[in-house]
């Protein structure tokens, strides 16, 4: 990010879920760079001075250093993109901006000049395996899946021989319970992660969705999100839940769009490029905390969709190329769950798997017109590795400790 961003004389946005670690971070970068300040839209006192005159908030450096200036949540201030390009293009000291937000910020723009140019965004998502066993490097995407299809069972423990296999696994384990935000996965309390929980949901929709949106219904998005759950990697039926929430179509579209732009949920949509009978319009839905997921198998779904979304948007904010997640399922309903797509071309398939180690045919059904080469086989039984070629495919059966702890 500063090597991209400030480096080129770029503001910075940073913007994520709700509690994933965005302010701490910015607070880190302050700390490093020895100079500079951090302001919150929350605070009176902030809001008063940036209303009256922004230029005083910029500190100036010391030694010659340039400082920070981070800017949290200042998206919830009505014309905050034209006050903040002024700032940026009067400034006569030399200063970095970062600005932070718990949600997408370009959807507060309500008109007026756009940044565009100016600054360089990033998404900061809660924290994966890969994070946790700290591994120094997982930019390349190609070392990667060198990594993964060049390993053995017996020397996979080589690329990090800092954990044992045991470790790794409580590791996972404790993701797979808590989820990725840091109070309730490094709390490790049960009890305090089921109040965390209900506290940061009644966040976001008392707090954010109605800075967000003004809309009144809020009781009614409550239930739209219990409802949830339980529809996490099936294809996502709005019919279904216009019924049950008794209200319009547009209505709950306009709503789970909401939820998205907050990042309460994610969508994945089919890939259906060069493939005739691929479904075209459904998508599926998952959310950026799996641990609400009561069901084992939607869990773990979950869990394997937040770390491959997270690659792909880290592969492509640091400019490794265009990244997407899509999914794939034909009208013979044979469907394989993930699908990364490097630069608008299919690059790598992912299944999930709870226990069974045995191959899934359903890849092939797409491997020929899409020209895939790699696609993993994520089993959450621990201990299973198994490396084959088959149709020209390089197929990799493995633990999701295993092929999860190299990715970002």
């Given at each position: 990010?500063?090597?991209?961003?400030?480096?080129?004389?770029?503001?910075?946005?940073?913007?994520?879920?709700?509690?994933?670690?965005?302010?701490?971070?910015?607070?880190?970068?302050?700390?490093?760079?020895?100079?500079?300040?951090?302001?919150?839209?929350?605070?009176?006192?902030?809001?008063?001075?940036?209303?009256?005159?922004?230029?005083?908030?910029?500190?100036?450096?010391?030694?010659?250093?340039?400082?920070?200036?981070?800017?949290?949540?200042?998206?919830?201030?009505?014309?905050?993109?034209?006050?903040?390009?002024?700032l940026y293009d009067?400034?006569?000291?030399?200063?970095?901006?970062?600005?932070?937000?718990?949600?997408?910020?370009?959807?507060?723009?309500?008109?007026?000049?756009?940044?565009?140019?100016?600054?360089?965004?990033?998404?900061?998502?809660?924290?994966?395996?890969?994070?946790?066993?700290?591994?120094?490097?997982?930019?390349?995407?190609?070392?990667?899946?060198?990594?993964?299809?060049?390993?053995?069972?017996?020397?996979?423990?080589?690329?990090?021989?800092?954990?044992?296999?045991?470790?790794?696994?409580?590791?996972?384990?404790?993701?797979?319970?808590?989820?990725?935000?840091?109070?309730?996965?490094?709390?490790?309390?049960?009890?305090?992660?089921?109040?965390?929980?209900?506290?940061?949901?009644?966040?976001?929709?008392?707090?954010?969705?109605?800075?967000?949106?003004?809309?009144?219904?809020?009781?009614?998005?409550?239930?739209?999100?219990?409802?949830?759950?339980?529809?996490?990697?099936?294809?996502?039926?709005?019919?279904?839940?216009?019924?049950?929430?008794?209200?319009?179509?547009?209505?709950?579209?306009?709503?789970?769009?909401?939820?998205?732009?907050?990042?309460?949920?994610?969508?994945?949509?089919?890939?259906?490029?060069?493939?005739?009978?691929?479904?075209?319009?459904?998508?599926?839905?998952?959310?950026?905390?799996?641990?609400?997921?009561?069901?084992?198998?939607?869990?773990?779904?979950?869990?394997?969709?937040?770390?491959?979304?997270?690659?792909?948007?880290?592969?492509?904010?640091?400019?490794?190329?265009?990244?997407?997640?899509?999914?794939?399922?034909?009208?013979?309903?044979?469907?394989?769950?993930?699908?990364?797509?490097?630069?608008?071309?299919?690059?790598?398939?992912?299944?999930?798997?709870?226990?069974?180690?045995?191959?899934?045919?359903?890849?092939f059904a797409f491997?020929?017109?899409?020209?895939?080469?790699?696609?993993?086989?994520?089993?959450?039984?621990?201990?299973?590795?198994?490396?084959?070629?088959?149709?020209?495919?390089?197929?990799?059966?493995?633990?999701?400790?295993?092929?999860?702890r190299l990715f970002?």
């Amino acid at each position: 990010m500063k090597r991209l961003a400030f480096d080129y004389s770029k503001m910075v946005f940073i913007s994520g879920p709700r509690q994933c670690g965005k302010t701490t971070f910015a607070k880190q970068v302050l700390k490093e760079r020895g100079a500079g300040q951090y302001y919150n839209w929350d605070d009176r006192e902030f809001r008063r001075k940036w209303v009256a005159r922004p230029k005083d908030l910029v500190p100036k450096g010391n030694d010659g250093t340039t400082p920070v200036v981070v800017f949290d949540e200042i998206h919830k201030a009505k014309g905050w993109k034209s006050d903040l390009k002024g700032l940026y293009d009067t400034l006569e000291q030399s200063c970095q901006f970062m600005v932070t937000g718990s949600a997408r910020l370009d959807v507060y723009k309500k008109g007026g000049d756009s940044l565009l140019g100016r600054y360089l965004g990033f998404r900061l998502h809660p924290f994966s395996l890969g994070e946790l066993t700290q591994l120094e490097s997982r930019e390349d995407p190609e070392e990667i899946i060198r990594q993964l299809f060049e390993s053995s069972a017996e020397t996979a423990p080589e690329v990090m021989p800092e954990l044992i296999e045991e470790e790794l696994e409580d590791r996972f384990s404790r993701l797979w319970k808590f989820g990725g935000f840091p109070e309730p996965l490094f709390r490790g309390s049960e009890e305090f992660a089921n109040a965390w929980r209900r506290t940061r949901v009644e966040q976001i929709i008392r707090e954010d969705l109605r800075d967000l949106s003004r809309i009144p219904e809020l009781s009614q998005i409550e239930m739209l999100v219990a409802l949830l759950p339980e529809r996490v990697g099936g294809l996502m039926s709005v019919q279904s839940l216009r019924e049950d929430l008794e209200v319009a179509h547009d209505t709950v579209s306009r709503w789970l769009n909401y939820l998205k732009e907050l990042y309460y949920l994610f969508e994945l949509r089919p890939y259906s490029k060069s493939l005739v009978r691929s479904l075209k319009k459904e998508s599926k839905i998952y959310f950026y905390d799996w641990s609400e997921i009561d069901s084992p198998g939607s869990r773990f779904e979950n869990l394997v969709a937040c770390h491959l979304l997270k690659a792909c948007h880290f592969w492509t904010d640091i400019g490794k190329g265009k990244f997407d997640l899509n999914y794939l399922r034909n009208k013979e309903k044979r469907e394989v769950d993930f699908l990364i797509v490097k630069n608008q071309k299919p690059w790598m398939t992912v299944e999930c798997k709870l226990s069974d180690t045995q191959m899934d045919p359903s890849i092939f059904a797409f491997s020929n017109p899409l020209n895939l080469k790699w696609h993993i086989q994520i089993v959450r039984t621990p201990g299973i590795f198994r490396r084959f070629q088959k149709e020209g495919v390089e197929i990799l059966i493995a633990s999701a400790s295993h092929v999860l702890r190299l990715f970002p």
